[in-house]
């Protein structure tokens, strides 16, 4: 069975109030987002993985230090990756659960220091790629930045927040201002409810 573009959950023009326009949705989304899942559709016909979970085409095809992934491998990461960002973020952000702040505060000494070290992340990702919060093997909670579309389901993690810091899903609204588009989409973006509800 062919993979397929999930709908937005909002309106393209949903979220440009919070800082993403509805010309970075038409673009990110329709055109960016829509490639990948052509291109793994078109890579995995006939073959071993033909018929596979997303999941288990991201962890099967995953090579840890390779030079450069194969083409399945990073069409089926960044479908995945994208399909979980599109449903990290809303038009309203409103406030933290109760459980996931206090796990935010535990974990990195309160939200705030969450909130800049997960901007350091995607700051000083050189190139393109993602930061992440994410619930490690142990269950801690950590902060980690992944270069192209390397996720947290390669090395065996639980993705509770994901931040696209490839430049097509800022550069419309924030040109070369990554620290802003990251401050902003902390603060205005997230739909806080879907990251508590994946701890």
Request: aromatic share 10%; hydrophobic share 35%.
């Given at each position: 069975m062919a993979f397929t573009l999930p709908d937005l959950p909002y309106a393209h023009d949903a979220l440009a109030g919070a800082g993403m326009s509805k010309e970075?949705?038409?673009?990110?989304?329709?055109?960016?987002?829509k490639a990948y899942v052509d291109k793994l559709n078109e890579l995995v016909a006939g073959t071993e993985w033909d018929g596979k979970s997303l999941e288990d085409i991201v962890t099967g095809t995953y090579q840890s230090g390779a030079v450069a992934q194969n083409g399945i491998f990073n069409n089926a990461s960044q479908h995945w990756n994208h399909s979980q960002f599109w449903e990290m973020m809303g038009p309203k952000s409103g406030a933290i659960p109760g459980a996931l702040e206090k796990a935010l505060a535990e974990s990195f000494g309160s939200v705030d220091k969450f909130k800049a070290d997960f901007s350091a992340a995607g700051v000083g990702q050189f190139g393109s790629?993602?930061?992440?919060?994410?619930?490690?093997?142990?269950?801690?909670?950590?902060?980690?930045?992944t270069e192209n579309g390397v996720n947290p389901l390669c090395f065996g993690q639980t993705a509770?927040?994901?931040c696209d810091v490839w430049e097509h899903s800022y550069y419309i609204d924030f040109r070369n201002?990554?620290?802003k588009y990251l401050e902003n989409f902390l603060?205005?973006?997230?739909?806080?409810e879907n990251v508590a509800s994946r701890l």
């Open positions: 970075t949705l038409e673009y990110h989304h329709d055109k960016h987002h790629g993602w930061a992440w919060l994410v619930k490690d093997k142990d269950g801690s909670l950590k902060i980690t930045k509770l927040l994901g201002a990554r620290p603060n205005n973006l997230v739909n806080w």
